[in-house]
Nanobody
Framework: QVQVVESGGGLVQAGGSLRLSCAAS????????MGWFRQAPGKEREFVTT????????YYADSVKGRFTISRDNAKTTVYLQMNSLKPEDTAVYYC???????????????????WGQGTQVTVSS
């Protein structure tokens, strides 16, 4: 079983940037894909982005494409989410998740992921 812990959330003005981090432990980090999801108040959890075991294959939701970048450092067992040009509609709790396997599907399903963090709040003010 993998444990993941997110960090880096906070309050930022529209147009600003934030970088989220997700530290993983419990299984060989380079053996599984990672993903980021988010959930805004009153809405369902939605997919944001995912990368495969090496970070060489990525996939983004249309709503964040060109603004967000996922990356991973297997030596540090950490995945990152760089968020630029933030919008108020990006306000949500962001969750990191570890997948069951090392490859990704396009688009991914939340059931592809079996380990979830507690989430970190991102608030974008207008």
């Amino acid at each position: 079983q993998v444990q993941v812990v997110e960090s880096g959330g906070g309050l930022v003005q529209a147009g600003g940037s934030l970088r989220l981090s997700c530290a993983a432990s419990g299984r060989t980090f380079s053996s599984y894909a990672m993903g980021w999801f988010r959930q805004a108040p009153g809405k369902e959890r939605e997919f944001v982005t995912t990368c495969n075991w090496s970070g060489g294959s990525t996939y983004y939701a249309d709503s964040v494409k060109g603004r967000f970048t996922i990356s991973r450092d297997n030596a540090k067992t950490t995945v990152y989410l760089q968020m630029n040009s933030l919008k108020p509609e990006d306000t949500a709790v962001y969750y990191c998740a570890a997948a069951r396997v090392g490859y990704i599907t396009k688009p991914p399903m939340w059931t592809d992921f079996n380990s979830w963090g507690q989430g970190t709040q991102v608030t974008v003010s207008s």
